[in-house]
């Protein structure tokens, strides 16, 4: 065998087993599969439609149909294929844009001659005609155990991809070649310890549904820098970690996961759309090949992989279509890269799951979900984490996981979201009143919450600031206290408040307005890097720390407050791109004096 995709012996030929019993939707019954195994790759009637066996009772296998099932019936044939769902793993898989399983939209829309999808039509995950320079970085006589890199590809302009050594193989290296091949050439001939020969390809395949392996999950120390002031200074996420943006149609969702995919810093981008609509996932297809990568200024497919459900693809692949893009996911990171995978969104991956269950006649659980919602959940957030990868070389790979939750009416007690609450540590709730106030992105300060936030302090005190966290955890107070204190107001009035108490007020406002606003679409707003983000947020918090003895005074006033220099200039700070650390000393030392002299 070539590779490491797993395969029962067939013959190489499709075996017609199976009979069809019964059809109903994505869902087909068929009898005569006791040879087959579950999760197999069948082929469901002369059409030869792709399907897979998810249930296996004796005989009777219930196998979901990635493809339309109008116009087959009982009696078709049911052809086993003795592999189970896999992905194609190789060079050329950067800058694709797939279906659910892993069929290149671009070709599948060729080959159909428009832009539906013909049934039946078998298209290459990876062009297997097209050749690429390898180059080995292993020799003759090398030993080698799974994951160790054998040679290198320039897959785009900016990813060199890792030729590893399959999981389950490893030898001592017989042969080895240099130069251009297709992706099937065999490269490298190892000896196994049995003395037989495995021939490596650039090719491997992996089951969609079974994460891959790895030596051991280390913990998540490091924030993933996305470049949104919110998210890494208040409510960050871990390279390595899992996350949820749940929230109401239209509150930013997609513009806040693409704007990650954009600016963070990952290697690799996971793109799977899953649209609510039709409509916005035509509108993902098209911007995303045309959006540019600030860091390369190349286009950001160049390290992106787009898997996308259109609302005329079948409901099985969308359910496949997240095990797609997270196998694709775990591929790269086994490379020694940071991936980030965004799913958007997981609801209708839950929705796909519902309705297959229906029709499997499971016993529904909370409206209507599978009982088996949250675990299927849990086991795809799961395969987040910064991993120590197979290999002899010590490398270090991160998954970070973020799934867009789009519960009914904003009812965060739903299913699906309690599901994805229960195991993804960041949680961005997305806010329908602050995205109807224009106040972007529209992250709830007041309830939203990173878990990973305390295993960063290490990072913040050495990276950024040694009092990082302090002037983060002042922040966040102020806003909680301005929450309380607006009740106050709103039952008695402004007047009833000390001068205290206006100060935490006028704070907060500059925290919210000139600190958590950012515009997305606004080139040099749209990302602000962690050493500025302390500057802007210790410049704000340090009006508070030096209004604090002031606003005793009895001499004090606002007005005057307000009316220094210092005071207006605030709002620009995030303005101020070339700022160094001295710069925001500078104006702290300001703000430091013009309050000091009002209260002289
Ligand atoms: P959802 O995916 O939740 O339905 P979208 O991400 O499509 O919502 O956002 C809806 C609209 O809100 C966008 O078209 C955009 O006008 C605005 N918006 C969302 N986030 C931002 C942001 N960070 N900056 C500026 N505008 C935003």
């Given at each position: 065998m070539t590779n490491s995709q797993e395969t029962t012996t067939l013959n190489n030929e499709d075996q017609a087993t199976g009979v069809i019993e019964r059809v109903t939707g994505p869902l087909v019954r068929a009898n005569g599969m006791s040879s087959a195994k579950l999760y197999e790759v069948v082929k469901v009637s002369e059409e030869k439609l792709l399907g897979e066996i998810i249930e296996l009772h004796g005989d009777i296998a219930a196998i979901q149909v990635y493809e339309e099932t109008a116009g087959i019936g009982p009696g078709d044939v049911v052809y086993r294929t003795g592999r189970t769902m896999s992905v194609a793993l190789a060079p050329g898989l950067l800058e694709s844009i797939y279906d659910g399983v892993q069929r290149p939209l671009k070709k599948i829309e060729v080959a159909s001659g428009n832009c539906y999808i013909k049934r039946g039509i078998e298209a290459d995950a990876v062009d297997m005609s097209k050749v690429w320079k390898f180059?080995?970085?292993v020799k003759v006589g090398d030993k080698?155990?799974?994951?160790?890199?054998?040679?290198?590809?320039?897959?785009?302009?900016?990813?060199v991809h890792k030729v590893m050594v399959p999981p389950n193989e490893g030898g001592v290296v017989a042969s080895i070649k240099e130069g251009e091949f297709k992706v099937t050439d065999e490269i490298v001939a190892l000896k196994r310890e049995d003395d037989s020969i495995a021939s490596i390809t650039m090719l491997q395949y992996w089951p969609i549904r079974k994460p891959r392996p790895k030596k051991n999950k280390i913990f998540p120390s490091e924030p993933l820098r996305t470049g949104g002031r919110s998210v890494d200074t208040f409510f960050p996420i871990a390279k390595g970690g899992a996350g949820c943006i749940p929230g109401p149609f239209g509150a930013g969702k997609t513009v806040t996961q693409q704007s990650i995919a954009k600016h963070c810093d990952a290697q690799i981008i996971v793109y799977i759309g899953c649209g609510e609509r039709g409509n916005e996932m035509t509108e993902v297809l098209s911007e995303f090949p045309h959006l540019i990568d600030p860091n390369t200024g190349e286009p950001l497919m160049k390290r992106t992989i787009l898997i996308a459900n259109t609302s005329n693809?079948?409901?099985?692949?969308?359910?496949?279509?997240?095990y797609t893009g997270i196998t694709i996911a775990e591929y790269y990171r086994d490379m020694g890269y940071n991936v980030a995978l965004m799913a958007d969104s997981t609801s209708?991956?839950?929705?796909?799951?519902?309705?297959?269950?229906?029709?499997?006649?499971?016993?529904p659980g909370e409206e209507g979900y599978p009982a088996y919602l949250s675990s299927r959940t849990a086991e795809f957030y799961e395969r987040a984490g910064i991993v120590k990868t197979l290999g002899s070389d010590d490398r270090t790979g991160s998954l970070t996981v973020i799934g867009a939750v789009s519960p009914p009416g904003g009812d965060l007690s739903e299913p699906?979201?309690?599901?994805?609450?229960?195991?993804t540590k960041t949680f961005w709730s997305l806010d329908a009143d602050l995205a109807y106030k224009?106040?972007?992105?529209?992250?709830?300060?007041?309830?939203?919450y990173s878990l990973y936030a305390q295993n960063f302090e290490e990072f913040w005190k050495k990276e950024i600031a040694i009092d990082f966290a302090d002037?983060?955890?002042?922040?966040?107070?102020?806003?909680?206290?301005?929450?309380?204190?607006?009740?106050i107001v709103r039952l008695v009035g402004m007047e009833s408040l000390s001068n205290g108490d206006r100060l935490v007020l006028e704070v907060a406002r500059m925290i919210r307005e000139d600190f958590l606003f950012q515009n997305a679409f606004d080139k040099d707003d749209a990302y602000t890097p962690l050493e500025r983000q302390y500057g802007i947020l210790k410049s704000i918090v340090t009006f508070y720390d030096a209004g604090l003895d002031a606003v005793q005074l009895p001499e004090f006033n606002f007005v005057d407050f307000t009316k220094m220099p210092c005071y207006a200039e605030v709002a620009n700070l995030k303005n101020q791109l070339k700022w160094t650390e001295e710069d925001y000393q500078t104006f702290q030392d300001r703000v430091r004096n013009e309050i000091g002299a009002l209260a002289g």
């Open positions: 180059t080995p970085t080698v155990e799974s994951g160790d890199v054998l040679g290198e590809v320039q897959e785009t302009s900016v990813i693809m079948p409901v099985a692949a969308r359910e496949a279509s997240v209708r991956w839950a929705e796909a799951m519902r309705e297959i269950s229906g029709r499997l006649e499971e016993m699906v979201s309690q599901a994805t609450l229960r195991v224009k106040h972007f992105p529209s992250i709830n300060w007041l309830n939203s002037v983060r955890k002042t922040a966040m107070t102020l806003l909680e206290k301005e929450s309380k204190l607006l009740e």
